[in-house]
C-alpha cells in the first residue's frame, strides 16, 4: 500500500508528499511568468540540434572536444555547483567569505582555461601529430 499525504506550503501550493521520501508538485504550483509555446519550443529545438551538427562538423578531433569540456565542466563540476550549493544551503556560515573567495577564483580559472584551450584550438598548438619524440617517416 503506498501512503501519502497533502501538505500547504508557504505560498499556498498544495504538495503531495510521499512516504518514500519524494516530493511531487502538485498543479497549483505557480508556473513562470513565460511558457514557451509549440512555435518557440521548434525554434529552440532546431537551434540546439542545428549548432550542435555544425560544431561536430568544424571539430577536427575528439581531442578538441575533450579540452573544451575539461576546462569548462570539470570546474563547474568540481567548484563552482558546490560553492553555490554551499552558499544557497548555508546562509549564516562563518566560512562564507572563503567560499565566496574560492567560487570567485574557480569562475576566473574556468574562463581562463576555456580561452585556452580555444586559443589552442584556433592556433592549432598541442596537436597530437606535433609531438618531437615521434620519427617522420623519411628519417626511418
Same mark, same amino acid.
Given at each position: ?7 500547504r506550503?508557504?505560498?499556498?501550493a ?10 511531487? /508538485?502538485?498543479?497549483?504550483?505557480p508556473?513562470g511568468?513565460w511558457? /514557451? ?5 521548434i #525554434?529552440?529545438s532546431v537551434?540546439?540540434?542545428?549548432g550542435? #551538427?555544425?560544431? &561536430? ?8 572536444v575533450?579540452?573544451?569540456?575539461g ?13 553555490a550549493?554551499?552558499?544557497r544551503?548555508? /546562509? ?23 580561452? &585556452? ?10 596537436? /597530437? ?12
Amino acid at each position: 500500500m503506498h501512503a501519502s499525504a497533502a501538505f500547504r506550503l508557504g505560498n499556498g501550493a498544495l504538495t503531495r508528499c510521499d512516504w518514500m521520501g519524494v516530493f511531487v /508538485p502538485s498543479r497549483e504550483e505557480p508556473q513562470g511568468e513565460w511558457e /514557451p509555446n509549440s512555435f518557440w519550443r521548434i #525554434v529552440m529545438s532546431v537551434a540546439i540540434v542545428g549548432g550542435s #551538427v555544425t560544431m &561536430a562538423c568544424n571539430t577536427p578531433g575528439v581531442v578538441t572536444v575533450w579540452s573544451l569540456m575539461g576546462s569548462t565542466v570539470s570546474m563547474m563540476v568540481a567548484y563552482i555547483l558546490p560553492c553555490a550549493a554551499f552558499l544557497r544551503l548555508s /546562509p549564516q556560515s562563518k566560512s562564507r567569505f572563503a567560499v565566496w573567495t574560492l567560487l570567485i577564483a574557480s569562475i576566473i580559472a574556468a574562463v581562463a582555461f576555456t580561452l &585556452a584551450s580555444f586559443y589552442t584550438m584556433i592556433t592549432g598548438h598541442g596537436k /597530437p601529430n606535433s609531438c618531437a619524440h615521434i620519427p617522420e617517416k623519411s628519417q626511418m
